[in-house]
């Protein structure tokens, strides 16, 4: 089974921080994502990558920022925390799949909830 | 652009009654489609999926999900629910093409017994 880790479960940070998320995954993928969950609005996409030192912005960028320097890690970084980004944020990994490009399921790790105070 | 819509954000049953969630997409390109269920405290978890093929697809825990696409819709169904099944549930489409997955808002579903 795959295995997507996330290295804290709950995080709380005071506004203006520097905030580091860390992902482990196990399963040499080569796609790796952050989304945010908040209640109301399902998941949206931050960042993502398709390969090392590769990184792709998603629907969500501003404030944020990642870092590939391995296949297996992907960190997500909040450069100054703000009060609006508490949230649940949630790690997943995919290979590029069997056939066409997107028919591989995401695996999520079991989330960091971060408080920023 | 892709969107999705899940029409309830909540749906209550009881214990063995039937349920539906409903999930509506937008895309200008051909989709891949999935259900994804969240259990209390814990990440995603692939239910099912629709690639190709026949537009009916089943999970193994009695989840069913029929693709209709002239009603641009994915909904999901089960027959009998169980207190198990209660957990938040959430739709997404992937563009042919682009691994890129887009989510809908979530439906929380609460059974009582």
């Known amino acids: 089974d795959v295995k997507v880790t996330q290295s804290s479960r709950y995080l709380v940070k005071r506004t203006g921080e520097k905030v580091f998320l860390e992902c482990v995954q196990d399963?040499?993928?080569?796609?790796m994502f952050w989304y945010r969950q908040d209640p109301g609005l399902g998941l949206r996409l931050i960042y993502f990558?398709?390969?090392?030192?590769?990184?792709e912005k998603g629907d969500i960028p501003e404030g944020y920022s990642v870092s590939r320097e391995k296949k297996e890690r992907f960190s997500l970084i909040l450069e100054s925390a703000s009060t609006n980004q508490t949230s649940m944020y949630l790690c997943?990994?995919?290979?590029?799949?069997?056939?066409?490009?997107?028919?591989?399921?995401?695996?999520f790790g079991n989330g960091t909830r971060l408080t920023v105070t | 652009a892709q969107s999705v819509t899940q029409l309830d954000s909540q749906v209550p049953v009881f214990e063995e009654a039937p349920v539906e969630l409903r999930c509506n997409y937008s895309s200008s390109v051909s989709v891949y489609l999935f259900w994804y269920v969240q259990y209390p405290n814990q990440g995603l978890q692939l239910l099912l999926k629709y690639l190709s093929g026949s537009t009916l697809v089943e999970s193994i825990n009695g989840f069913e999900a029929e693709f209709n696409k002239s009603q641009t819709s994915f909904h999901l169904r089960k027959p009998s629910v169980h207190i198990s099944d209660t957990a938040e549930y959430f739709c997404a489409v992937s563009p042919w093409g682009a691994q890129k997955l887009v989510f809908g808002q979530g439906t929380r579903l609460t059974i009582n017994p």
């Open positions: 997943a990994s995919s290979s590029p799949g069997q056939g066409a490009y997107g028919d591989s399921p995401l695996h």
């Open positions: 399963m040499d993928h080569e796609n």
């Open positions: 990558s398709y390969d090392v030192k590769m990184k």
